[in-house]
């Protein structure tokens, strides 16, 4: 569930500033393959690759994080 919403949230952030996933994948220097799991929700980026996006997409990670559901 929690790599779903991390997912959801930097495909929106990479279609938002205009990368497509092969050339975010590259610009990351992971796999599409990697990517497209990531996106999907099958895979959590490690530390160094939520870095790595949140640099290349030029936002805070507190942006590219998933709200907090505690009420």
Not at 55 to 66: G, H, K, R, V
Request: overall charge positive; charged content about 30%.
């Amino acid at each position: 569930m929690e790599a779903e919403k991390w997912g959801r949230r930097i495909r929106a952030y990479r279609k938002l500033k205009g990368f497509t996933q092969e050339s975010f994948s590259k610009q990351l220097g992971v796999s599409v393959s990697i990517m497209g799991e990531i996106e999907r929700g099958n895979r959590l980026p490690g530390e160094d690759l939520l870095k790595k996006i949140q640099q290349t997409l030029n936002i805070s990670l507190d942006e590219l994080a998933p709200p907090s559901e505690d009420y």
